[in-house]
């Protein structure tokens, strides 16, 4: 799959699940924040970027750190 395709995928799950987390309470929207930006951190391990397609990892991390970001202003 090309990072267009990709970034395509990642962009429509985004509105999903932002969606999907503004109808949740606000301490649930911080938890879910905290632990989002947990996996960002562990996405972001080197060990991800060996034997992986560069564009398509870096468009990954992109996505999630914008994700990350989203998420934390709901909280």
Known sequence: MN???MLGMFHAQEL???SLI???PPETRRRIADE???QVE???APHLSAGHE???TEAFKAHIRKLSILLASFS
């Open 54 to 56: 560069r564009e398509t």
């Open 3 to 5: 990072a267009q395709s």
């Open 36 to 38: 989002f930006q947990q």
């Open 16 to 18: 999903l699940l932002v």
């Open 22 to 24: 503004r109808a949740l």
């Open 42 to 44: 562990l996405a972001e």
